[in-house]
């Protein structure tokens, strides 16, 4: 403990609280695919069916545990998607092998075991749902494979002419072939207020009075300074060498990112992930594609149910959304620095303004939990107590009076400028190099 602020009760005084909640409604369009979902504002939208379960899996040829996710849309009537939890998932091949899978959280379904899907050999989902229903897969196999033989990043501009990083891949296949990418980004966030002291708030009664709490100043337990993000694509990105006269591949864009994008203001690293998908699969994701980027996706023509190759078993009016894609995946990772393309500029904004952002809120408040409307009512806003109960502001110094009405001792900046942790994890990955 370095330094020491405790109250046990002081000159009564009162102040009421409002809590304002802003609810953004959004609905999470589950059209045809589980986890590939849009977010768009709560509209009319025709689902087949009330309630309609959404598969999202894909096999590939990775030794590891390979995953299942399941929900159910609804017809939009309300702002939520539930996750389909207590189903029975197997995937069995037609060489008579069978793997279980287990629920790990609701709605995610992991192997019980690793395994990989093997070139040649064909494989069906089987989903039984804890209400009985039953669904099934077409068999899918994958019989091409391709490499990523290059993963570029370089300074380029988008149509509008503004400036950034363009990320690329070139490759092969032994044979024409068609894809679908992903990608995952990680990125160092640096926090820009970090001080290695805190706040520690204890023995605090906002419904007491005379007001109680023990305010001290202490060295941080856990490093929160530098700490890493993560974002996964959410889009679907489609390439093929159908049109090449070789089944080489250059340069295929996969993301741009924008120079001024906080993600790449220190350290940035991207995995590319390439599928080789089946002409069935291809079409169904090119459909999508053309669909969710349609600016008519929600006009009356458009349709209301996209058929994968997942069928209910009992019912042709039980429709099932989604696919069961078998494909083979090849990946590579970069990395790069800010400064090794734009040496002599800014950083990036940091997502919310820190340089602007101190406050000196004085610590104490009036007590919380009186509704008497005789009470008086101060103006001074949140007190300093209130902000760190709620996990909102990050310590910066301590400094000396006299104080202007409603001030404090201490200055502090939005949780988020002294706290990485409010934006990523501060363990490091493994895969990251410096």
Not at 50 to 70: G, P, Y
Not at 295 to 312: K, W
Not at 339 to 346: R, T, V
Not at 349 to 366: G, R, W
């Amino acid at each position: 403990m370095i330094f020491n602020y405790k109250n046990m009760g002081k000159q009564k005084r009162t102040v009421t609280a409002d809590k304002v909640c802003g609810v953004v409604r959004f609905v999470c369009v589950f059209i045809i695919v589980g986890w590939f979902n849009a977010c768009v504002e709560s509209i009319d939208f025709v689902i087949p069916n009330r309630k309609n379960l959404v598969v999202d899996a894909l096999l590939t040829n990775e030794i590891k545990h390979q995953e299942v996710k399941l929900s159910y849309a609804y017809k939009l009537e309300n702002d939520s998607i539930a996750k389909a939890s207590g189903a029975t998932v197997t995937i069995v091949d037609n060489l008579q092998n069978e793997y279980l899978f287990n629920e790990t959280e609701e709605g995610h379904y992991i192997s019980n075991n690793e395994f990989a899907a093997q070139a040649g050999v064909g494989y069906q989902l089987m989903i039984s749902t804890n209400e009985g229903k039953k669904y099934s897969s077409k068999v899918e196999a994958f019989n091409g494979v391709a490499s990523v033989s290059n993963l570029w990043a370089d300074k380029s501009e988008n149509f509008n002419g503004d400036a950034g990083i363009l990320i690329s891949v070139d490759g092969s296949s032994d044979t024409s072939a068609l894809f679908r990418y992903e990608y995952e980004e990680t990125y160092k966030i640096v926090a820009p207020k970090y001080i290695g002291l805190d706040f520690e708030l204890t023995n605090y009664d906002p419904c007491s009075w005379p007001l109680t709490y023990d305010l001290d100043i202490v060295v941080r337990d856990d490093q929160q300074q530098i700490c890493y993000g993560n974002r996964k694509s959410n889009q679907i990105i489609l390439g093929s060498t159908a049109q090449q006269s070789q089944n080489n591949f250059e340069k295929h864009p996969i993301k741009f990112i924008s120079a001024d994008d906080f993600a790449i203001s220190h350290r940035y690293s991207i995995l590319v992930k390439q599928y080789v998908q089946s002409v069935d699969a291809y079409n169904y994701f090119s459909t999508l594609k053309d669909i969710s980027t349609s600016e008519n996706l929600f006009s009356d023509s458009q349709p209301g149910f996209l058929e994968g190759n997942m069928m209910a078993e009992d019912s042709e009016n039980n429709l099932v959304l989604g696919y069961f894609e078998v494909a083979s995946v090849s990946s590579k990772r970069l990395f790069f620095n800010y400064e090794d393309y734009f040496p002599d500029a800014e950083l990036p904004d940091y997502p919310i303004d820190c340089e602007n952002n101190f406050i000196q809120p004085e610590i104490e408040h009036d007590v919380l939990c009186n509704d008497n409307a005789d009470f008086p009512h101060r103006s001074c806003g949140r007190s300093l107590l209130q902000l760190i109960d709620e996990n909102l502001v990050a310590y910066v110094t301590e400094v000396v009076g006299p104080f202007e009405e409603c001030e404090g001792p201490y200055v502090a900046v939005p949780r988020v400028c002294g706290d990485c942790t409010e934006l990523g994890s501060n363990i490091v990955p493994d895969f990251w190099i410096e």
